[in-house]
């Protein structure tokens, strides 16, 4: 439809608007360049956080100091790590190591990163009575940092009850906290773990209660107590949930699709300030990384 516009009015002004400018050369940035000519007018993330529309966003990236940085150099530690190995080995280790999607759903991997990301949770944004997404790179990730977060919160909080001095509010505020899935239904036959937590948020209403502060007088109620919704696809773009302060990204996000994702955390609401944590996990020396 706009090829033909532009055929039947060559001579037309054409303005164009949007939200998140495609650029890059991947989405043709030189061909809208040559059609609508160079910006007007910009209204850039701090325009709108100087009017007060928006918060700043507080950017924090986490990656190993042992992380590589290309496939050549991947593969050169790789070989030299199994040296003594034989061919038939290394391939049967490549096959069950070498995919990113193995990487980032580890189970091991998953579980260090839950614990981190509870100790975070519960010291920096749980004060404050607000909640968090994860971001995670599959629907079986997401399923397996649901079981892992909430692995990590019964930790935290047999901790908190084994201290001298144990604080009866934190402890009674980290026993109502829940975490919910949020993903796609799939027509395809799936693992019965990923059906019954999409049943589970279901049940739950997770996504309006997400967005609702924490009470915990009216737990029985409303399940305001979901603290964190996981999610790998959904909820990335058009979610608007001032709550939500935090959101702690464990997938490869880029360009566009970044800028949307982490604008659900810049939301005004009374005493927040928007913060986004990326785990940046790159392939490591070892086949099997656990964080």
């Known amino acids: 439809m706009g090829d033909n516009l532009f055929?039947?009015?060559?001579?037309?002004?054409?303005?164009?608007?949007?939200?998140?400018?495609?650029?890059?050369?991947?989405?043709?940035?030189?061909?809208?360049v040559k059609r609508f000519g160079e910006y007007i007018d910009t209204?850039?993330?701090?325009?709108?956080?100087?009017?007060?529309?928006?918060?700043?966003?507080?950017?924090?990236?986490?990656?190993?100091?042992?992380?590589?940085?290309?496939?050549?150099?991947?593969?050169?530690?790789f070989e030299d790590l199994f040296a003594d190995r034989s061919a038939e080995d290394l391939l049967a280790i490549k096959k069950k190591y070498g995919a990113t999607g193995d990487i980032l759903e580890a189970e091991n991997r998953i579980g260090a990163i839950a614990r981190d990301l509870v100790g975070h949770y519960i010291d920096n944004i749980l004060p404050n009575g607000f909640k968090a997404q994860v971001v995670c790179h599959s629907k079986l990730a997401a399923v397996r940092y649901q079981r892992a977060l909430r692995h990590a919160l019964k930790e935290r909080l047999e901790a908190e009850r084994a201290k001298p001095k144990p604080d009866a509010e934190l402890i009674r505020r980290i026993a109502f906290l829940k975490v919910a899935v949020v993903v796609s239904s799939d027509a395809t036959n799936e693992p019965a773990e990923i059906t019954a937590a999409r049943k589970e948020a279901r049940d739950w209403n997770a996504v309006e209660n997400f967005c609702k502060p924490f009470n915990l007088d009216d737990y029985d109620k409303v399940n305001t107590g979901i603290a964190f919704l996981v999610v790998c696809d959904m909820l990335l773009t058009g979610f608007d949930a001032p709550i939500e302060q935090v959101m702690y990204i464990d997938k490869r996000l880029?360009?566009?699709?970044?800028?949307?994702?982490?604008?659900r955390v810049n939301r005004g609401h009374a005493g927040q300030t928007a913060r986004v944590h990326r785990r940046l996990h790159r392939p490591r020396q070892s086949p099997s990384p656990t964080r």
Do not use: C
């Open 7 to 32: 055929e039947a009015f060559p001579n037309a002004a054409r303005v164009a608007f949007t939200g998140t400018p495609l650029i890059t050369e991947r989405h043709g940035g030189k061909q809208t």
């Open 43 to 77: 209204y850039k993330l701090m325009d709108s956080v100087e009017d007060g529309a928006t918060l700043q966003i507080l950017y924090e990236g986490r990656t190993a100091n042992t992380a590589l940085r290309d496939k050549a150099e991947f593969d050169t530690a």
């Open 254 to 263: 880029k360009e566009h699709n970044l800028l949307q994702a982490i604008a």
